[in-house]
Nanobody, 125 residues
Framework: QAQLVESGGGLVQAGGSLRLSCAAS????????MGWFRRAPGKEREFVAA????????YYADFVKGRFTISRDNAKNTVYLQMNSLKPEDTAVYYC??????????????????WGQGTQVTVSS
C-alpha cells in the first residue's frame, strides 16, 4: 500500500526557512514524479512545485520561484521542499503527491495518484 508522509512543517517568522520532507513507501519511488501542493484556509489547493522521476526537470509556481527548491533522493525514497524567504501568505498545509505520469507545472493535482496527509507551515509577520 502506497504511503506518503510529510514532515518538517512548523512555525517560522517571515523571512525564515523550512525544509519539508516527504517519505514514500509501498511504491516504486523512482518511477513516480513528485509534486508539492498547498492549501490555505478558505482557499483551494494550489500547485507549488514538481519534480520528474529522475530529478532532471522541475516546475515551480510563479509565487515561489527563487524562494523554494524541490529535490529528491531516490535512494531514500524522499522528496524535499526547501523553503526560503518565507512570507505570511505561504501559511498553509503542504501536501506531497506522487504520480506515474509526466509532471507539469500547473494543475489542481487531480492527475496525481497518491497523497500524503499534509504538514502545517505557519509564517508569522
Amino acid at each position: 500500500q502506497a504511503q506518503l508522509v510529510e514532515s518538517g512543517g512548523g512555525l517560522v517568522q517571515a523571512g525564515g526557512s523550512l525544509r519539508l520532507s516527504c517519505a514514500a513507501s509501498g511504491l516504486t519511488f523512482s518511477i513516480h514524479g513528485m509534486g508539492w501542493f498547498r492549501r490555505a484556509p478558505g482557499k483551494e489547493r494550489e500547485f507549488v512545485a514538481a519534480i520528474s522521476r529522475g530529478g532532471a526537470t522541475t516546475y515551480y509556481a510563479d509565487f515561489v520561484k527563487g524562494r523554494f527548491t524541490i529535490s529528491r533522493d531516490n535512494a531514500k525514497n524522499t522528496v524535499y521542499l526547501q523553503m526560503n524567504s518565507l512570507k505570511p501568505e505561504d501559511t498553509a498545509v503542504y501536501y506531497c503527491a506522487a504520480r506515474r505520469g509526466v509532471i507539469s507545472g500547473s494543475g489542481s493535482g487531480l492527475e496525481y495518484d497518491y497523497w500524503g496527509q499534509g504538514t502545517q507551515v505557519t509564517v508569522s509577520s
